[in-house]
C-alpha cells in the first residue's frame, strides 16, 4: 500500500513538473519578456571570468559581495557554459533547474505537512502563477525567487519537528545547516529562521533548548562557512547592501504609493491578478485556521509556522527601504517573490479543506480553484504572446547563438573590487578571452576613465597613456569608449557633450560622436529617449558616426534585443536619410553579441 502511494505521489510530481517546464519553457522558446533583467547578464559575465580564468583571486568575481546566492548563481551559469556554450539558453536552463527545485522542496513541505490533495493543488498553483512571478522565476539573479528554496526547505523541516517532539537531532542539524547556507545565499532568509525559531520557541520549548540547540547551532556554523569565509575576505563591504538601512525612515512615504500603484493603479498589468491573489490567500488562512484539521489538511498549528513567516516578511518589508519607489515594470516587485511562493501554501490548504467538506464546500473549491488555474492559463498565453510565439526553432537558435554575458553592466561593479591601479585594472579587464578585442577595450575604458580630472581633457590623456601602455594597439577603441566621459563632463547634457566632440580633431572627433551615440542621454534607451537623442543628429556637420553609435545604442533595448521585426520597425520610421546609418549600427551591436 505504501509502495503505491509513494508510486501515486512520483508519478504527480512528475507530471507537475512537466506541466511548469512546458509553461515556463513556452515563454522562453517564445522569446517573452523573461530577459535582459537587471543583473542576469552580468552574473554571466562573473561566469565567464571564471572560465577565462581572469586574473584576480576567485571571490572578486563576485557581482556583489553581500548576495552569496548571486555567486552561487554565477558558478551554476559557468557550468551551464561549459555544457551548452556561453549562451542565453545556459541561463535559462540554470533558471529551469531552481524553478524544479522550488517545485520538489515546496511539494514535499504541503504533502508531509497538510496532505496530497494539498500538495496537488500547492503545485498546480505554482505552475499557474500569476504572469508577473511566471516571468521572475525566469530570471536567473540568485537572489530573491532562488531563495524560496530555502525558505521552504526550513518551513518543511521546522513543519517535521513540530510534529514530532522527539524529532532526531538530524533534523535539527539539517534545519541548521539549510538556514545557516540560506543566510550566505540572501539575507532574506534571515526572517524564515526567525519565524521557525519563533514558532519552536512556544510550540517545543523543551526540545528546542534541550535536544535541539547543539545539532541546530552546528549545522548552522556548518552552512553558514560560506559566509564567514567570504567575510574574512572582504570585512564588513560583506553587509553593504547599496548603503540601504532595514528600516529607513523614509519608506513609509513609498508604501501607500507602491501599493497603489499596484493595486489600484494596475501595475503589473491590471488590478484583477493582484486582488486576486490576495483575497486567495487570506481566504486560505481563515478557512485553515478556522478549521479543525483532517488527515487531508493537517492542524491549524502547521498552518501557522507559513502564516508567521508570511507576517513577518509583510511588516518588515513594509517598514524598510527596500520599497521601490516607482513600479513601473512587474520586475520591480521580485523582492516579494517568497510573499508569492509561501502565499500559495495556505490557499493549497485552504482549497484541500474545502474539497474534504460538504457538497457546497466543495463547490467554493471548484469555483476558487478553478478561476486561480484559468487566470495562470491566461497569464501564461499573455507571457507567450510578447514575444514570438509562431517560430520557436528560429527563437531557439537565437537564444543559443546570443551571448549570455555583456561587459558594461559588469564592469560598474568588478571595478570597485580591483586594485586602485588603473594599468593593473586595465590589464585585469582586458584577460577576459574576448574574441572583439575593441568592443572589450571600449567597455574597459567607458569603465575606467569617467572622471574629469581636473577636466575632460586631462582625463583623456591620462586614459590614452594608460591604454599605450597596456595595449597600443586599442587606442582608437579607446576613444570610441570615452563618450561617456563627455556626457559625465557635461553633467549628463548631451547636447554640451556633442559640442565638445565636435571640437576634437579629425578621426578622434569621429570616434567621440560614435561614443556618444551609444551611451546617448544616459537613460534606458527607450523609444522616446532613442527619438530624443536622435533630434541632434541634424544640428551636426557628420551626423553619421553619432547615428551609428545611436544604432548600437537601439540594440540595448530589451525588447528589440532578440525580437529584430521590432528594431526594424523602429529604423523604418526614421527618416529616410538616417535608416542606414542606425541600421549599420544596430547590426554592428548584433555581432558583437553573436557567437561565433
Same mark, same amino acid.
Given at each position: 500500500? @505504501?509502495?503505491?502511494?509513494?508510486?501515486?505521489?512520483?508519478?504527480?510530481?512528475?507530471?507537475?513538473?512537466?506541466?511548469?517546464?512546458?509553461?515556463? *519553457?513556452?515563454?522562453?522558446?517564445?522569446?517573452?519578456?523573461? !530577459?535582459?533583467?537587471?543583473?542576469?547578464?552580468?552574473?554571466?559575465?562573473?561566469?565567464?571570468?571564471?572560465?577565462?580564468?581572469?586574473?584576480?583571486?576567485?571571490?572578486?568575481?563576485?557581482?556583489?559581495?553581500?548576495?552569496?546566492?548571486?555567486?552561487?548563481?554565477?558558478?551554476?551559469?559557468?557550468?551551464? !557554459?561549459?555544457?551548452?556554450?556561453?549562451?542565453?539558453?545556459?541561463?535559462?536552463?540554470?533558471?529551469?533547474?531552481?524553478?524544479?527545485?522550488?517545485?520538489?522542496?515546496?511539494?514535499?513541505?504541503?504533502?508531509?505537512?497538510?496532505?496530497?490533495?494539498?500538495?496537488?493543488?500547492?503545485?498546480?498553483? &505554482?505552475?499557474?502563477?500569476?504572469?508577473?512571478?511566471?516571468?521572475?522565476?525566469?530570471?536567473?539573479?540568485?537572489?530573491?525567487?532562488?531563495?524560496?528554496?530555502?525558505?521552504?526547505?526550513?518551513?518543511?523541516?521546522?513543519? /517535521?519537528?513540530?510534529?514530532?517532539?522527539?524529532?532526531?537531532? *538530524?533534523?535539527?542539524?539539517?534545519?541548521?545547516?539549510?538556514?545557516?547556507?540560506?543566510?550566505?545565499?540572501?539575507?532574506?532568509?534571515? $526572517?524564515?529562521?526567525?519565524?521557525?525559531?519563533?514558532?519552536?520557541?512556544?510550540?517545543?520549548?523543551?526540545?528546542?533548548?534541550?535536544?535541539?540547540?547543539?545539532?541546530?547551532?552546528? *549545522?548552522?556554523?556548518? %552552512?553558514?562557512?560560506?559566509?564567514?569565509?567570504?567575510?574574512?575576505?572582504?570585512?564588513?563591504?560583506?553587509?553593504?547592501?547599496?548603503?540601504?538601512?532595514?528600516?529607513?525612515?523614509?519608506?513609509?512615504?513609498?508604501?501607500?504609493?507602491?501599493?497603489?500603484?499596484?493595486?489600484?493603479?494596475?501595475?503589473?498589468?491590471?488590478?484583477?491578478?493582484?486582488?486576486?491573489?490576495?483575497?486567495?490567500?487570506?481566504?486560505?488562512?481563515?478557512?485553515? $485556521?478556522?478549521?479543525?484539521?483532517?488527515?487531508?489538511?493537517?492542524?491549524?498549528?502547521?498552518?501557522?509556522?507559513?502564516?508567521? &513567516?508570511?507576517?513577518? !516578511?509583510?511588516?518588515? !518589508?513594509?517598514?524598510?527601504?527596500?520599497?521601490?519607489? @516607482?513600479?513601473?515594470?512587474?520586475?520591480?516587485?521580485?523582492?516579494?517573490?517568497?510573499?508569492?511562493?509561501?502565499?500559495?501554501?495556505?490557499?493549497?490548504?485552504?482549497?484541500?479543506?474545502?474539497?474534504? *467538506?460538504?457538497?457546497?464546500?466543495?463547490?467554493?473549491?471548484?469555483?476558487?480553484?478553478?478561476?486561480?488555474?484559468?487566470?495562470? %492559463?491566461?497569464?501564461?498565453?499573455?507571457?507567450?504572446?510578447?514575444?514570438?510565439?509562431?517560430?520557436?526553432?528560429?527563437?531557439?537558435?537565437?537564444? &543559443?547563438?546570443?551571448?549570455?554575458?555583456? &561587459?558594461?553592466?559588469?564592469?560598474?561593479?568588478?571595478?570597485?573590487?580591483?586594485?586602485?591601479?588603473?594599468? #593593473?585594472? $586595465?590589464?585585469?579587464?582586458?584577460?577576459?578571452?574576448?574574441?572583439?578585442?575593441?568592443?572589450?577595450?571600449?567597455?574597459?575604458?567607458?569603465?575606467?576613465?569617467?572622471?574629469?580630472?581636473?577636466?575632460?581633457?586631462?582625463?583623456?590623456? /591620462?586614459?590614452?597613456?594608460?591604454?599605450?601602455?597596456?595595449?597600443?594597439?586599442?587606442?582608437?577603441?579607446?576613444?570610441?569608449?570615452?563618450?561617456?566621459?563627455?556626457?559625465?563632463?557635461?553633467?549628463?547634457?548631451?547636447? @554640451?557633450?556633442?559640442?565638445?566632440?565636435?571640437?576634437?580633431?579629425?578621426?578622434?572627433? #569621429? @570616434?567621440?560622436?560614435?561614443?556618444?551615440?551609444?551611451?546617448?542621454?544616459?537613460?534606458?534607451?527607450?523609444?522616446?529617449?532613442?527619438?530624443?537623442?536622435?533630434?541632434?543628429?541634424?544640428?551636426?556637420?557628420?551626423? #553619421?558616426?553619432?547615428?551609428?553609435?545611436?544604432?548600437?545604442? $537601439?540594440?540595448?533595448?530589451?525588447?528589440?534585443?532578440?525580437?529584430?521585426?521590432?528594431?526594424?520597425?523602429?529604423?523604418?520610421?526614421?527618416?529616410?536619410?538616417?535608416?542606414?546609418?542606425?541600421?549599420?549600427?544596430?547590426?554592428?551591436?548584433?555581432?558583437?553579441?553573436?557567437?561565433?
Amino acid at each position: 500500500m @505504501r509502495d503505491t502511494r509513494e508510486h501515486r505521489d512520483l508519478g504527480t510530481v512528475v507530471w507537475l513538473a512537466a506541466t511548469t517546464l512546458a509553461l515556463r *519553457g513556452a515563454a522562453v522558446l517564445s522569446l517573452g519578456d523573461v !530577459f535582459f533583467y537587471g543583473e542576469e547578464l552580468e552574473k554571466g559575465t562573473a561566469a565567464k571570468g571564471m572560465l577565462d580564468s581572469v586574473g584576480v583571486a576567485h571571490h572578486h568575481l563576485a557581482y556583489h559581495y553581500y548576495e552569496g546566492g548571486g555567486f552561487v548563481v554565477s558558478h551554476l551559469k559557468a557550468l551551464a !557554459f561549459l555544457l551548452v556554450g556561453e549562451n542565453l539558453l545556459a541561463h535559462k536552463l540554470v533558471a529551469a533547474g531552481f524553478v524544479l527545485a522550488v517545485l520538489l522542496v515546496g511539494y514535499a513541505f504541503v504533502r508531509d505537512a497538510f496532505g496530497r490533495r494539498a500538495a496537488l493543488w500547492f503545485g498546480l498553483l &505554482y505552475a499557474f502563477s500569476p504572469p508577473t512571478f511566471q516571468k521572475l522565476s525566469l530570471i536567473s539573479l540568485g537572489i530573491h525567487f532562488e531563495a524560496c528554496l530555502f525558505v521552504l526547505g526550513a518551513l518543511g523541516l521546522t513543519s /517535521r519537528i513540530l510534529r514530532d517532539e522527539d524529532a532526531r537531532r *538530524g533534523l535539527w542539524f539539517a534545519l541548521g545547516v539549510v538556514c545557516g547556507f540560506g543566510l550566505y545565499f540572501s539575507y532574506q532568509v534571515g $526572517l524564515v529562521a526567525a519565524a521557525c525559531l519563533a514558532v519552536l520557541g512556544v510550540r517545543r520549548p523543551r526540545a528546542l533548548f534541550l535536544r535541539g540547540s547543539l545539532p541546530g547551532l552546528a *549545522g548552522t556554523a556548518v %552552512g553558514a562557512l560560506p559566509l564567514v569565509w567570504m567575510y574574512s575576505l572582504v570585512g564588513d563591504a560583506l553587509f553593504d547592501i547599496h548603503g540601504a538601512d532595514l528600516t529607513a525612515a523614509g519608506s513609509g512615504e513609498r508604501l501607500l504609493p507602491f501599493l497603489r500603484a499596484i493595486f489600484v493603479e494596475g501595475a503589473l498589468g491590471g488590478v484583477g491578478g493582484p486582488w486576486l491573489w490576495t483575497t486567495a490567500v487570506a481566504g486560505g488562512l481563515a478557512v485553515g $485556521l478556522g478549521a479543525r484539521g483532517s488527515a487531508e489538511g493537517g492542524s491549524r498549528a502547521g498552518l501557522a509556522l507559513p502564516a508567521v &513567516y508570511l507576517a513577518l !516578511f509583510a511588516v518588515v !518589508f513594509a517598514l524598510s527601504d527596500f520599497i521601490p519607489a @516607482r513600479v513601473y515594470h512587474g520586475f520591480l516587485v521580485l523582492r516579494l517573490a517568497p510573499l508569492w511562493v509561501v502565499g500559495l501554501v495556505p490557499i493549497a490548504v485552504g482549497l484541500a479543506r474545502l474539497e474534504v *467538506g460538504r457538497d457546497g464546500a466543495r463547490r467554493w473549491a471548484s469555483v476558487a480553484g478553478g478561476l486561480l488555474l484559468a487566470a495562470g %492559463g491566461v497569464g501564461a498565453l499573455a507571457v507567450v504572446g510578447e514575444g514570438r510565439p509562431s517560430t520557436p526553432v528560429r527563437n531557439g537558435v537565437e537564444l &543559443y547563438r546570443t551571448k549570455g554575458y555583456v &561587459y558594461s553592466g559588469y564592469f560598474p561593479k568588478f571595478v570597485k573590487h580591483l586594485p586602485p591601479d588603473d594599468e #593593473e585594472r $586595465l590589464e585585469i579587464l582586458l584577460s577576459f578571452d574576448e574574441a572583439d578585442r575593441d568592443w572589450l577595450v571600449s567597455e574597459a575604458c567607458a569603465e575606467l576613465f569617467k572622471e574629469p580630472l581636473p577636466d575632460a581633457h586631462a582625463a583623456q590623456a /591620462r586614459a590614452r597613456a594608460v591604454v599605450e601602455a597596456v595595449a597600443p594597439e586599442y587606442v582608437e577603441a579607446l576613444e570610441v569608449g570615452l563618450g561617456r566621459l563627455l556626457l559625465l563632463d557635461a553633467d549628463w547634457d548631451l547636447g @554640451r557633450a556633442l559640442e565638445s566632440a565636435l571640437a576634437a580633431p579629425d578621426g578622434l572627433r #569621429e @570616434r567621440l560622436l560614435e561614443g556618444l551615440g551609444r551611451v546617448g542621454s544616459g537613460a534606458y534607451p527607450t523609444a522616446e529617449a532613442l527619438a530624443a537623442e536622435a533630434a541632434f543628429a541634424p544640428g551636426l556637420p557628420d551626423p #553619421e558616426p553619432f547615428l551609428v553609435g545611436l544604432g548600437q545604442r $537601439l540594440y540595448d533595448n530589451s525588447t528589440m534585443r532578440l525580437l529584430t521585426e521590432r528594431s526594424e520597425a523602429f529604423i523604418e520610421a526614421r527618416p529616410a536619410g538616417e535608416r542606414a546609418a542606425w541600421r549599420l549600427g544596430f547590426e554592428r551591436a548584433r555581432a558583437r553579441h553573436r557567437l561565433e
